[in-house]
């Protein structure tokens, strides 16, 4: 893994793989646009990178904490006058900071997906072109459905953070894993699902002792965390009196019951999860396979926490399904 990173690092220096960042960069900046533009506002910009948005959202605090010196810069640089005379939502100081994060987030995820790739089908041309696809499959999940494009700030980074810890658990780069992961379960805690999947990745691999040992660790620190989380935001308004989740179960069946939000469900994921489903036994990739077999119990659980017309609650399983379908393309 040390080797095939290093290696990794070196091609960035050269002109062929420059040229990739290039367009990853451009296509990034294009999709964070649309992104920004086609999706409708959910939480105050200012007041959740103010720490004064309504809770539980407002414990996914981690992009706030990182716009705010991004902000500050901005206004430094009197960049603010110059997007005021911008159309909405470009012409707002906070959300420009937050989308400079979605940028970052979005290019992350692209190369991680890459690197994936090319671990697993030793082919770096078809890892570029395929990495790219992310960006075709993301829009049915956060953009395309009315009431599943609501943008909050929280949301690609924290599909590059639930990939990204996978790989990390994945390739046994356990420090570094640890390091990242108190960041990510402060941008959401959609991460604790994770550790679940690395857990029965590896369990026959690992001794038990030592697998019961990292999933111990990892589920103290993100319940103290939340908890942290819990009294630092106490003041802060809530959503309909929801201090940590709303119980969702009831709507979520009536949803189910209704045909007009069928279309949004089944579009998931850019319909990949067809061929997927379809040539599951073509994928002989144990972690992918592991991890897309757990789909459904993260499925039980948003039915439960969050409204599941809403499918953008599914887009950290994007770059799974993507990899899954792109391998079995491969094949």
């Known amino acids: 893994m040390k080797q095939s990173f290093l290696i990794h690092v070196k091609q960035l220096l050269n002109f062929k793989e420059l040229s990739y960042q290039l367009l990853v960069l451009i296509t990034g900046i294009c999709f964070v646009l649309v992104y920004n533009y086609g999706a409708l506002e959910f939480l105050n910009v200012e007041s959740y990178v103010a720490g004064k948005s309504q809770t539980p959202y407002q414990y996914r605090t981690l992009m706030a904490w990182l716009a705010q010196p991004i902000v500050f810069l901005l206004n430094t640089l009197h960049i603010d006058s110059i997007l005021s005379v911008r159309p909405p939502p470009f012409n707002n100081v906070t959300r420009v900071a937050l989308m400079s994060l979605n940028l970052i987030s979005i290019i992350v995820l692209i190369n991680l997906v890459r690197f994936h790739l090319g671990q697993i089908l030793k082919d770096p041309i078809f890892a570029r072109l395929g990495s790219i696809l992310i960006l075709y499959v993301l829009p049915f999940n956060l953009i395309n459905y009315p009431r599943s494009n609501y943008w909050v700030p929280y949301d ?176």
């Open 156 to 331: 690609l980074s924290g599909i590059a953070f639930f990939y990204g810890l996978f790989l990390l658990g994945l390739y046994n780069q356990w420090r570094l894993f640890f390091v990242i992961f108190p960041l990510a379960v402060l941008n959401r805690e959609t991460v604790i699902f994770v550790c679940g999947i690395l857990f029965l990745i590896h369990f026959k691999s690992y001794p038990l002792k030592k697998s019961m040992l990292i999933l111990t660790v990892q589920v103290a620190i993100f319940v103290l965390l939340k908890t942290w989380l819990f009294y630092l935001f106490e003041d802060n308004p809530t959503d309909k009196g929801a201090k940590l989740y709303m119980n969702q179960i009831e709507p979520n069946l009536d949803y189910l019951k209704n045909p007009m939000w069928w279309p949004a469900l089944f579009a998931s994921f850019g319909f990949l999860w067809l061929p997927v489903v379809k040539y599951f036994k073509l994928i002989q990739v144990s972690s992918i396979t592991t991890a897309i077999a757990c789909f459904p119990l993260y499925l039980i659980i948003m039915l439960l926490v969050g409204q599941i017309v809403e499918v953008r609650i599914f887009s950290e399983y994007v770059p799974f399904f993507l990899v899954a379908a792109l391998i079995i393309f491969h094949r």
